[in-house]
């Protein structure tokens, strides 16, 4: 069974940094692209970033462009997002979920874990 963690989402104030994790399980995760997904209240979820499966390739919706980055460790089965200059409008629930296939695409995706809240204040 694919199980999907994530855990490194808090409070932070704007201009902060974040460093999410998602640590997957019951899946080969090498074979797959996985990629970032975020839900702000009110809002459908968007697509934040992605990943190949052997990291080559990565992909981002503009808004985070240059202040977030995407990586991997097929090692430890985990992929990160490493989030800097952080803006109240980042503040949502951040889910990652894992690819159909080894390249990154936006939409794609077969499972999701159950998301970490990222509050930035002003």
């Known amino acids: 069974q694919v199980q999907l963690v994530e855990s490194g989402g808090g409070l932070m104030q704007a201009g902060g940094s974040l460093r999410l994790s998602c640590a997957a399980s019951?899946?080969?995760?090498?074979?797959?692209?996985m990629g970032w997904f975020r839900q702000a209240p009110g809002k459908e979820r968007e697509f934040v970033a992605s990943?190949?499966?052997?990291?080559?390739?990565?992909d981002y919706t503009d808004a985070v462009k240059g202040r977030f980055t995407i990586s991997r460790d097929n090692a430890q089965n985990t992929v990160y997002l490493q989030m800097n200059s952080l803006k109240p409008e980042d503040t949502a629930i951040y889910y990652c979920?894992?690819?159909?296939?080894?390249?990154?695409?936006?939409?794609?995706?077969?499972?999701w874990g159950q998301g970490t809240q990222v509050t930035v204040s002003s």
């Open positions: 019951g899946v080969a995760f090498s074979s797959y692209a």
């Open positions: 990943i190949s499966w052997r990291g080559k390739t990565t």
């Open positions: 979920a894992k690819g159909r296939r080894l390249q990154a695409t936006r939409n794609e995706y077969d499972y």
